[in-house]
């Protein structure tokens, strides 16, 4: 079972900009599909973005579809998340975890990270 850690969260305002990290550690990604999900306060956990091992293929929610892009680095066993246009209601703890393929569905999914914070502010 690979683990792994999110980061790059933190505050930002409406409009801005980040970019999380997702790595590995133990063991690497090698073969497997990563995506994002987030939960946001009170509400279930949701599907975000998910990228295939080799980078060919990709899936977005409609919610972030045209702010939110997937990327990965396999040389660095590294996937990341680049948010741009944040809304408030993007506020959310997100998420990583790795998939056999590129599922939007949530239950297609292994064990979740720890998470990090994104807070957008009005």
Same mark, same amino acid.
């Given at each position: 079972?690979?683990?792994?850690?999110?980061?790059?969260?933190?505050?930002?305002?409406?409009?801005?900009?980040? *970019?999380?990290?997702?790595?590995?550690?133990?063991?690497?990604?090698?073969?497997?599909?990563?995506?994002?999900?987030?939960?946001?306060?009170?509400?279930?956990?949701?599907?975000?973005?998910?990228?295939?091992?080799?980078?060919?293929?990709?899936?977005?929610?409609?919610?972030?579809?045209? *702010?939110?892009?997937?990327? *990965?680095?396999?040389?660095?066993?590294?996937?990341?998340?680049?948010?741009?246009?944040?809304?408030?209601?993007?506020?959310?703890?997100?998420?990583?975890?790795?998939?056999?393929?590129?599922?939007?569905?949530?239950?297609?999914?292994?064990?979740?990270?720890?998470?990090?914070?994104?807070?957008?502010?009005?």
């Amino acid at each position: 079972q690979v683990q792994q850690a999110e980061s790059g969260g933190g505050l930002v305002q409406a409009g801005g900009s980040l *970019r999380l990290s997702c790595s590995a550690f133990g063991r690497t990604f090698s073969g497997k599909a990563v995506g994002w999900s987030r939960q946001r306060p009170g509400k279930e956990r949701e599907f975000v973005a998910v990228i295939s091992w080799l980078g060919a293929s990709t899936t977005y929610a409609d919610s972030v579809k045209g *702010r939110y892009t997937i990327s *990965r680095d396999n040389a660095k066993n590294t996937v990341y998340l680049q948010m741009n246009s944040l809304k408030p209601e993007d506020t959310a703890v997100y998420y990583c975890a790795t998939a056999r393929t590129t599922a939007a569905k949530l239950d297609e999914y292994d064990a979740w990270g720890q998470g990090t914070q994104v807070t957008v502010s009005s």
